[in-house]
């Protein structure tokens, strides 16, 4: 069936492998792995074997081809205390019901209707703002796009709502994320303080989940946010989702409408500082298109360059880096034996860097992306979102509010690198810098402040 029972891959410890280098060195080692042992390589993670990918037909293969052969690996399960059985967990006839559920809320004629809450929350985050201040620009978009999330998925406006939930979800994550450097790991049930801080901080989110449900189902018409979507969402036999089911998709859509973009405008700032000639190609657009006002769904579809600089920043700064599969049954990979329960990666951020894909890939271009050019790019050597139809369910919803979002801020305002604190990647369960990205804020030359548009217009659009 296979050539060897084993890929090659680099020389481990007798009893946690290669579970340091994991740890400390990510980025570093799965990109080591891939270019010095190919295609298809191997290395262990205490007692669990890993089969890093990095081949686009070999990936798509994974993901499309062959994807009821696989589910969730166990970094993905490690999260269901907070995730519960959502999109993201979840496998088999339940995913299936659940997405089904789900799709019609991402529809783009629906997404389409929250294009005017992005660029309006934009604008009103923008008035706290002013030139000369010093900033975390990864942490000013995590709280905006944080805003967006609950104002899109459950019509929260309420500040301190906001705050509370949000909170409780970064503890949350931060504790379980804190084991993975551990080969013991105690169960939730040990009542460690690591335990105990975790199950208050999932208390906390589930009453306020809740609360967010009990409010939607109480109302007399349905809202515009995702969550009322959600509610009213009938399979085909009439059923409806629980408020477990509820609780736990709100959970996942959150995450990941938040997180990921908020990561995906931070790189995407992280590089246009760093590249003022791409910048000033930006701002040429958006004079062109948008004339100093703030842009809407109309204008998405001229705002091609803004596009391409999104898609380049997720190419060279992946915000989900790493995607695990685990094989159900026996089957064959690159003329290699995958064992039923081998854990296998596909590395967007090695991947995404292989010069066999991308011409001179540490260099930030975004013309890469244009159509002549990017159709020459190899199916799935480029996969932020995913693929197969597990590929994420707000891939359309993430492109449409960081161009959104990207014209918005841009016009108003560039920024400038500060040297101190440094920006250190730190690959978690998302790719984040350390210490945030430090600017230092400085108003973009001829900009009108949105204060003098009329405000209706935020409503209009």
């Known amino acids: 069936m296979s050539k060897t029972e084993l890929p090659p891959g680099p020389r481990g410890r007798f009893l946690t492998g290669h579970l340091r280098e994991f740890a400390d060195t990510r980025l570093e080692f799965m990109t080591d792995c891939a270019r010095t042992h190919g295609d298809i390589s191997t290395f262990r993670i205490a007692t669990i074997r890993i089969f890093l990918v990095n081949h686009p037909d070999l990936i798509e293969r994974v993901l499309v081809t062959d994807a009821r052969r696989y589910i969730k690996h166990f970094g993905a399960r490690m999260y269901k205390p907070v995730l519960g059985n959502g ?35 934009t604008v009103r985050h923008l008035r706290q703002w002013q030139p000369g201040q010093q900033r975390n620009v990864m942490a000013e978009m995590s709280t905006l796009t944080s805003a967006i999330a609950l104002k899109t998925l459950f019509g929260l406006e309420a500040t301190a709502e906001r705050e509370a939930y949000t909170d409780a979800l970064r503890e949350a994550f931060s504790l379980l994320s804190a084991p993975l450097r551990r080969v013991l790991r105690w169960p939730r049930w040990v009542p460690t303080p690591h335990n105990r801080r975790l199950n208050q901080a999932i208390r906390r989110l589930d009453e306020l989940v809740l609360g967010f449900i009990d409010q939607g189902r109480r109302r007399a018409e349905p809202g515009t946010d995702l969550l009322s979507t959600l509610l009213h969402a009938q399979d085909e036999d009439g059923s409806r989702m629980t408020n477990a089911q509820l609780r736990d998709e709100a959970m996942t859509l959150y995450l990941a409408g938040h997180e990921t973009t908020a990561l995906t405008l931070g790189w995407t700032w992280y590089v246009l500082a760093q590249h003022p000639h791409i910048e000033e190609r930006l701002v040429a657009e958006w004079r062109q298109v948008l004339d100093g006002r703030p ?67 540490l260099t930030f271009k975004p013309e890469r992306w244009e159509p002549e050019r990017a159709r020459l790019i190899p199916k799935y050597a480029y996969f932020p979102f995913g693929g197969g139809p597990r590929i994420c369910i707000g891939n359309h919803f993430a492109m449409m509010e960081a161009v959104l979002l990207l014209a918005t801020i841009g016009q108003q305002y560039r920024f400038q690198l500060l040297p101190d604190p440094p920006v250190i990647l730190w690959p978690l369960v998302t790719l984040v810098p350390m210490y945030g990205i430090p600017v230092h804020l400085e108003r973009r030359a001829g900009a009108r402040p949105y204060e003098e548009v009329p405000a209706s217009f935020c409503h209009s659009v």
Do not use: C
């Open 87 to 121: 999109l993201v967990t979840s496998e088999g006839d339940f995913w299936l019901r659940q997405r089904r559920l789900a799709q019609p809320a991402f529809a783009r004629a629906r997404l389409n209707t929250y294009g005017g809450q992005m660029v309006e929350l």
């Open 295 to 361: 842009p809407t769904i109309e204008d998405l579809p001229r705002l091609r360059y803004t596009e391409q600089v999104v898609m380049e920043a997720m190419r060279l700064y992946p915000p989900v880096y790493l995607i695990g599969r685990e094989a159900l049954e026996e089957t064959d990979l690159g003329g290699y034996r995958v064992k039923r329960g081998t854990t296998i990666f596909l590395s967007q951020w090695v991947t995404h860097r292989d010069p066999r894909y991308f011409e001179d890939p």
